[in-house]
């Protein structure tokens, strides 16, 4: 897959430039990018979404295909080095942003492209020694994070965590300063992650919403 898609991305074109009964050809048309293989979300993505009681909640769950699965071990191996990185960084932010950060979908998505080496990956997990503190990081995630080692400062070498290939899509706006809350381009330049906005995908995809004739 492609390209992977931020829960903000659906939610701003439901409620603001492409509404479901206004521009239907837009929710079609992620239905033909993800049946190419260019684009898709997960299921943490879709978990956002059905939270609400909208038309947006109805049509992630009736296109539960387009979430992908963070169960497999690449991701979650990658998602505990994410985790472990922005650990190191949360005393330098908001009370709070790092939970934030760390409860929702973002970090998967990020970790959500596959370790070069899976094979190496899993037994390099095997091979290192449980720890089981990272202070203030929520004990949900405490399972992920005792396989990775709370020393290694992976975003140094984020070529040994993280392939080249799905470029994240999301709204947010890289913005080295800002203290309150983790963003998502903020933590793709941390391990060398591409991100861009719906309006740039739509571009490089060559997407056109035509009325018929």
């Known amino acids: 897959m492609k390209h992977l898609l931020d829960a903000n991305t659906l939610i701003e074109a439901k409620n603001r430039y492409y509404g479901m009964t206004i521009c239907p050809g837009y929710w079609s048309w992620l239905l033909l990018q993800n049946q190419a293989l260019e684009l898709a979300s997960i299921v943490s993505v879709k978990d956002e979404l059905t939270k609400g009681k909208d038309e947006l909640a109805e049509w992630a769950k009736d296109h539960a295909g387009l979430f992908h699965d963070i169960g497999d071990d690449a991701t979650q191996a990658a998602f505990g080095q994410v985790a472990t990185a922005i650990a190191e960084l949360g005393d330098k ?121």
Do not use: Y
């Not at 908001?94 to 080496?117: H, Q, S």
């Not at 861009?196 to 490089?204: A, D, G, I």
């Open 93 to 213: 932010m908001k009370v709070g942003a790092l939970e934030e950060f760390l409860g929702g979908a973002d970090p998967w998505l990020i970790a959500n492209r596959p370790l070069k080496n899976v094979g190496e990956a899993a037994e390099t997990r095997q091979k290192r020694p449980k720890k089981r503190s990272l202070r203030v990081v929520n004990e949900h995630f405490e399972a992920v994070f005792n396989a990775v080692s709370a020393t290694q400062v992976v975003f140094q070498r984020p070529a040994k965590a993280m392939t080249t290939g799905a470029t994240l899509v999301t709204h947010e706006v890289l913005n080295r300063e800002v203290k309150r809350k983790f963003i998502i381009p903020n933590v793709c330049e941390m391990f060398g992650v591409p991100h861009m906005n719906t309006f740039e995908l739509l571009n490089k995809l060559e997407a056109r919403f035509v009325l018929p004739t």
